[in-house]
């Protein structure tokens, strides 16, 4: 049976494991949640370990196709747009390799014009030497095409379904492919028979209730643990932050209800990974440490060119599908426009230093291909 399968079937379906999980995301008193987040402590330390995996985001594009209402690079959205080329992205690359990474995820719009299977080989084997861990969050593709994109050097897919409720994703996606639900939902499946040895999956908070859509999420984290079990499976929980076209969230999820969601997928998937992304601000993401993430991103920047300014010269505006050059006020930022405004913008070196004083270890790199070969 797919996944889309057992999702539609879901209410009549659910695993044991899940009808736990519900029970862990119900309303709990004070006294209830600190026992949640002791037993998920420990658990944390059991299976990770006092580590957090560093990682940086790359954005490559934010050329984008779809008109997605929540997203700041939606095709209609008067944005400034900018399509980095390979040796731009090698500039940023570096840039975040001299700062200590060594884990990078390039993250694009949609846009097969700007981001297609070739350009993405180009950037990974460029990016290779300098990076260990390399993943990507495009749009979804064909087995055959990730094929030589892993075997480029990238080793990981992240691909959120943004909301699992069919009804909500239709009047979100209003047009592009995008709007094919089932072929998103089913990306992970095919970037796992293509070779990718991380697979990443969220649900992005705020677009619809958020114990219904985190139960969804558990049940295809659940799903892709047997499905693709010689991959290592991620789940983010992402929360919407502000960006171009003015999106207002129709739901909320409270910083209470966040720390119970981290607890209950630590609670009930030991030795998933769970990430934490500077969405949130400086305070929270402190505090969530020790609950159960095991990977956070540092010192991002949501905008092609956003670590040292490259692509400035290429900006322009897309107008009913023709490019079109921009016109700046004096002094005004020549920037790309970001996805989404980012909340903790500490350094990756303040951050790693508050994870020492908190007594975790910052890993920069956890995988070498050598690996493979041994």
Known sequence: MSFAQLLDNLPLQKSRLLHRFED?????????????????????????????????????????????????????????????????????????????????LLVSGEHPKFVDQSYLTDCVRALAPDFSSISIEVGPMETADYIPIVEAG????????????????????????????????????????????????????????????????????????????????TVSLPRLRPAAGEFQPAFSMTDRELAQLICAFRITFPQVGIVLSTRE???????????????????????????????????????????????????????ATGQFEISDERSPVEIADVLRRRGFEPVWKDWDAALLAS
């Open 154 to 233: 990238a080793e990981g897919l992240v691909v959120y379904q943004e909301t699992y409720d069919r009804g909500i994703y239709s009047e979100l996606h209003t047009s592009g492919p995008k709007r094919d639900f089932t072929w998103r939902l089913d990306c992970a499946e095919r970037g796992y028979d293509a070779g990718f040895r991380r697979i990443g999956i969220g649900a992005l908070f705020g677009l619809a209730p958020w114990q219904e859509e985190a139960v969804c999420l558990a049940a295809h984290a659940e799903y892709l643990l047997k499905r693709c079990w010689q991959a290592q499976i």
């Open 24 to 104: 862990l995301i119900s309303p709990k008193s004070d006294a209830d949640l600190e026992s949640l987040a002791q037993e998920s402590r420990a658990l944390t330390l059991q299976n990770f370990g006092r580590t957090m995996r560093l990682f940086a985001p790359l954005y490559l594009s934010n050329e984008c196709i779809n008109n997605c209402r929540y997203c700041g690079f939606s095709r209609d959205n008067p944005i400034l747009r900018v399509t980095l080329s390979v040796d731009q992205v090698v500039a940023e690359g570096r840039h975040l390799a001299r700062g200590g990474f060594r884990q990078v």
């Open 281 to 335: 601000r400086a305070d929270l993401r402190d505090a969530l440490v020790p609950l159960g993430v095991t990977m956070m991103s540092a010192g991002s920047h949501t905008e092609p060119g956003g670590y040292t300014g490259q692509g400035a010269q290429e900006l322009h505006r897309t107008v009913r599908g023709k490019i079109v050059a921009p016109e700046f006020q004096n002094g005004e930022d020549r920037l």
